[in-house]
């Protein structure tokens, strides 16, 4: 049999748009532009968009990181006590003493020399001195042990203490005790023991003594026992 063919008129072309759920929907314009774009024109658009986002977040991290890691003001820290330990000792030592014109006034040796910065307080094994005068005149000491200011300026001689000297006339002056404490820079030497005092062929015990060299003066404490050396006769 042949086939039939039916052959309708044409029929005008009539737009159809389908709801939600009946079909695909036409992307909006902009996102086919950006499908469209290659792909480092799209990584370039997004980091323009996020970048001020990005550096925002960095800045306040790198504040945070300079916050936290910023040395503190001196004034911020905690004060730390005072260590009654030395904080530094010497061996075999000499320590001398400047006037400000440059005239040397004091000189120190010893075994060992401990520096307590609690109290600035020096002690001293084996203290040798030298002291000098504005006029020159030469005062030593010695003890087995010394204890004084950080700067020397007195010092108390311990153990077998021993001062010589001279008077303002020349005469030697020799002061021993168990305990001396000396003014090196006022020439002043006192005690609360038992001394004893050789001035010239003089020799005085006595139970403590204030010698002032400025003054030109010599106290001692009594109970009190001279000896006196008769001058030899020809």
């Given at each position: 049999?042949?086939?039939?063919?039916?052959?309708?008129?044409?029929?005008?072309?009539v737009?159809?748009?389908?709801?939600p759920?009946?079909?695909?929907?036409a992307?909006?314009?902009g996102?086919?532009?950006?499908r469209a774009?290659p792909?480092?024109?799209?990584?370039?658009?997004?980091?323009s968009?996020?970048?001020?986002?990005?550096?925002?977040?960095?800045?306040?991290?790198?504040?945070w990181?300079?916050?936290?890691?910023s040395?503190?003001a001196?004034?911020?820290?905690?004060?730390?006590?005072?260590?009654?330990?030395?904080?530094?000792?010497?061996?075999?030592?000499?320590?001398?003493?400047?006037?400000p014109?440059?005239?040397?006034?004091?000189?120190?040796?010893?075994?060992?020399?401990?520096?307590?910065p609690?109290?600035?307080?020096?002690?001293?094994?084996?203290?040798?001195?030298?002291?000098?005068?504005?006029?020159?005149?030469?005062?030593?000491a010695?003890?087995?042990r010394?204890?004084?200011?950080?700067?020397?300026?007195?010092?108390?001689?311990?153990?077998?203490?021993?001062?010589?000297?001279?008077?303002?006339?020349?005469?030697?002056?020799?002061?021993?005790s168990?305990?001396?404490?000396?003014?090196?820079?006022?020439e002043?030497?006192?005690s609360?023991?038992?001394?004893?005092?050789?001035?010239?062929?003089?020799?005085?015990?006595a139970?403590?003594?204030?010698?002032?060299h400025?003054?030109?003066?010599?106290?001692?404490k009594?109970?009190?026992?001279?000896?006196?050396?008769?001058?030899?006769?020809?």
């Open positions: 049999m042949k086939p039939v063919e039916l052959h309708l008129p044409d029929l005008p072309e737009p159809i748009s389908l709801g759920g009946l079909g695909p929907v992307a909006p314009a996102v086919e532009r950006r774009m792909w480092h024109l799209r990584l370039r658009e997004g980091l968009t996020y970048l001020p986002i990005l550096l925002m977040a960095a800045l306040a991290l790198a504040t990181w300079l916050v936290k890691h040395p503190r001196p004034g911020e820290a905690a004060p730390r006590p005072v260590s009654s330990e030395p904080d530094y000792t010497m061996s075999r030592f000499a320590l001398e003493r400047f006037a014109d440059g005239r040397l006034v004091l000189r120190i040796e010893g075994a060992q020399l401990r520096h307590f609690a109290t600035d307080r020096i002690e001293i094994d084996e203290a040798q001195i030298q002291a000098w005068s504005p006029e020159g005149r030469l005062t030593r010695r003890a087995a010394a204890v004084g200011t950080g700067d020397a300026s007195q010092l108390q001689l311990l153990g077998g203490a021993e001062v010589v000297g001279e008077d303002a006339a020349g005469v030697p002056l020799l002061m021993k168990e305990f001396l404490h000396a003014f090196f820079i006022e002043r030497i006192e609360d023991r038992p001394v004893l005092v050789r001035h010239g062929a003089t020799e005085l015990r139970a403590g003594l204030v010698y002032a400025a003054a030109q003066r010599l106290e001692l009594g109970p009190l026992q001279v000896t006196l050396t008769p001058r030899a006769t020809r």
